[in-house]
């Protein structure tokens, strides 16, 4: 049931036209973190200055609170985990031409539907039997929360960026209403302790991990991402999500049904930011809190950026943003950590508006060599040609 | 029944939702989407009353958070128009920055890292939330008089009808000479200053900025944009709307007639209900969030 991946260029290119492809689709990959990175240093060295703390001091703290020592890894490790989810739900998305805002409401209804499960289940169950249905339940819980705006669109054409950011107030005012009327432990917004199915932290295999969030639902990430890679550029159902978003119009001609593929991307979006919930739910605390979620849906759509809506590149952009996260704490008695919360936007906005930048910049350089190439009689290959398009929904 | 202390009650709930939604029908219809408005609100509160505590005066703080709502204005309508980046992607990144570089902010002027000191508004301290203290106010009567504005502006004026151009068929609008980048930029600068009044209102209204003290108003204003179709005066009567349902879920708290949460839905949820169609269709400017060659 597996098509051919990627449609293959016109014709045959020839071996120094693939690398030359190679190399500007490397330079369009890695040109706008680099130019995101180097402004957020700027903007970052602006802030602590206006704090009266020297940079380098900050930034050396920041990095020995967060990669120099077990403790602080770990705690990036788990808080790249959840983005890891978020991150291939938005991306997933845009892949279809779709921009799921949705994930901060997903997030926490998987969670949500698998704490129910939790609170349901015997409490002697064996992990292993448990997981599955934990894993089952959390994309129950986001894919339902994502499959409606995407029903929306399929069938009324309303437009996705709206009605999930309005399903994230109506959602979480949902699950609050649930969890303060019948759910919560007096005096504090979180349910009940789970009891069984508890994911192993990382720290139980090795020690020095003490302390720290991380646990076995990083696996869980890094298998979502395989996963996510081997669904888009493996599959038949991946191929035609591609098509959809990359020319809708080209893939209905084609015999794709557009709406069906909407649906179905929204609903498996929804359902990957959904088992990113366990991370927090099943492997950190054992219990959902109301606003566990936290921001994390949101960022998720950076680390999409930052990734290229690649799953690699989503993992490394994860890592990114999470070793900013717990930065901000590291550094919290130099400079207040909020200075990340700026840096993020910065990022964000410097990848956003210098990818698009970077694209026409390199198109030029290219031509410019095309032009060249054929000058000198050399046989030039259709680099233009094979170099990926980007989809309609907008370049991200 | 209805009381005079509801009817106040609602006036000063709505006005920082009828600044905000006029800026957002400003922006909507020249084509950028309004997903800033909550960033451009806690610009404004946070910028307004910083300008109201250091001067003293509340029209300084008035001043500044229109500044402070435009400045974040600006930047989204450079990424977005000279850019050409996405509007969805840089949008939520201005909120971020937003609710990131305010707090930051809070911290180095206040050293707090939830609310700013006691800063002067308009109301006289005794005078408490009833009709006196409203009509005191000069940013109410701003407020009310929002969106009839931007409806003579984009329905009686040059400017306007460049604006709905530009939202609808960017290209026509460049084929007789329109410039799209500079009506979006004025387009964008205008909403943004109009929602910072909206935020100002807020933090004049509570005499100090506190930490995201906006809430999601923002979105509750994006909401009615699109609840009353990019039409001021329906858009207006949407504010009109939600800030009733807000005031009752007010009055009613303690009574457990219906649970505050689902009050809160209501705006989110008839936005949906709209968009779906399920009542008469919403349609949104032609061009909006697409970017102009």
Not at chain 1, 174 to 187: D, T
Not at chain 1, 329 to 347: C, G
Request: with cysteine.
């Amino acid at each position: 049931m597996t098509a051919p991946a990627t449609p293959g260029p016109a014709a045959a290119p020839t071996a120094a036209s693939q690398r030359r492809s190679l190399r500007s689709r490397a330079e369009e990959a890695l040109l706008p973190p680099l130019v995101a990175l180097l402004l957020a240093v700027v903007v970052g060295d602006v802030l602590i200055l206006a704090f009266g703390q020297s940079p380098g001091a900050v930034y050396r703290l920041l990095l020995e609170g967060t990669w120099a020592n077990a403790y602080g890894f770990g705690q990036v490790l788990y808080k790249a985990t959840t983005l890891v989810f978020t991150g291939l739900a938005f991306a997933l998305g845009v892949r279809a031409g779709l921009f799921n805002i949705g994930a901060e409401s997903q997030l926490a209804a998987g969670g949500f539907v698998a704490a129910l499960l939790g609170l349901a289940l015997p409490a002697g169950l064996p992990s292993l039997l448990a997981l599955p249905l934990f894993v089952a339940a959390a994309a129950l819980g986001g894919g339902a929360v994502g499959a409606v705006p995407g029903f929306l669109k399929a069938r009324f054409g309303a437009h996705e960026v709206i009605t999930t950011i309005m399903l994230n107030f109506v959602v979480l005012a949902l699950l609050a209403y649930f969890v303060s009327s019948y759910l919560h432990v007096p005096e504090t917004l979180h349910t009940e302790e789970i009891k069984t199915g508890g994911l192993p932290r990382l720290a139980d295999v090795i020690p020095s991990f003490h302390g720290s969030a991380a646990n076995s639902t990083i696996l869980l990430a890094v298998a979502a991402s395989v996963l996510v890679w081997w669904y888009l550029f493996r599959t038949r159902p991946g191929f035609e999500l591609r098509a959809v978003g990359l020319q809708p119009e080209a893939a209905e001609y084609g015999g794709v049904r557009v709406g069906a593929v909407w649906w179905r991307a929204m609903a498996i979006s929804g359902a990957l930011a959904g088992v990113g919930g366990l991370n927090y739910v099943l492997g950190y605390k054992h219990y959902y809190e109301e606003g566990f979620a936290a921001g994390s849906g949101f960022l998720g759509i950076a680390v999409a950026l930052v990734g290229r809506s690649h799953p690699g590149g989503i993992i490394i952009a994860a890592l990114l943003f999470a070793t900013l996260s717990q930065g901000g704490l590291a550094v919290n008695a130099l400079v207040p950590k909020q200075m990340v919360e700026v840096l993020q936007a910065v990022v964000i906005l410097a990848v956003a508006t210098s990818v698009p930048e970077v694209e026409r910049l390199l198109r030029g350089m290219r031509r410019r060599a095309d032009r060249g190439g054929e000058l000198a009689g050399g046989q030039s290959g259709p680099a233009v040609a094979a170099t990926e398009r980007r989809p309609a929904g907008g370049v991200v | 029944m209805i009381e005079l202390a509801f009817v106040w009650q609602v006036f000063r709930i709505v006005i920082p939702y009828l600044f905000a939604a006029a800026g957002g029908v400003m922006s909507e219809r020249a084509g950028l989407i309004a997903l800033t408005l909550e960033g451009y609100m806690l610009s404004g509160a946070f910028c307004a009353a910083i300008a109201s505590y250091y001067s003293g005066s509340p029209w300084a703080g008035v001043a500044a958070g229109a500044v402070g709502g435009t400045l974040f204005a600006l930047l989204y309508a450079t990424g977005s128009v000279r850019f050409r980046a996405n509007q969805v992607v840089i949008g939520i990144a201005i909120n971020l920055l937003a609710v990131g570089l305010t707090r930051f902010l809070l911290r180095l002027a206040f050293d707090s890292s939830s609310n700013s000191p006691r800063v002067p508004g308009f109301m006289v301290a005794e005078s408490g939330a009833g009709f006196g203290a409203l009509i005191r106010n000069p940013l109410v009567w701003a407020g009310l008089l929002a969106i009839p504005a931007v409806a003579w502006l984009l329905y009686r004026t040059p400017f306007g009808l460049r604006v709905r151009s530009v939202g609808e068929h960017p290209e026509a609008a460049t084929s007789v000479g329109v410039s799209v980048a500079r009506v979006r930029y004025a387009a964008a600068a205008l909403s943004g200053a109009l929602a910072g009044l909206g935020g100002a209102y807020l933090a004049l209204d509570q005499h100090q900025f506190t930490d995201g003290m906006t809430a999601g108003r923002g979105f509750i204003a994006l909401a009615a944009t699109i609840f009353g179709r990019w039409d001021p005066m329906r858009v207006g009567l949407a504010c009109l709307l939600f800030a009733a349902a807000e005031t009752f879920q007010i009055r009613l708290q303690g009574a457990q007639v219906i649970p505050s949460q689902f009050v809160e839905m209501i705006p989110y949820v008839l936005t949906i209900v709209a968009l779906a169609g399920v009542v008469g269709r919403a349609a949104p400017p032609a061009a909006l969030g697409k970017v102009a060659e």
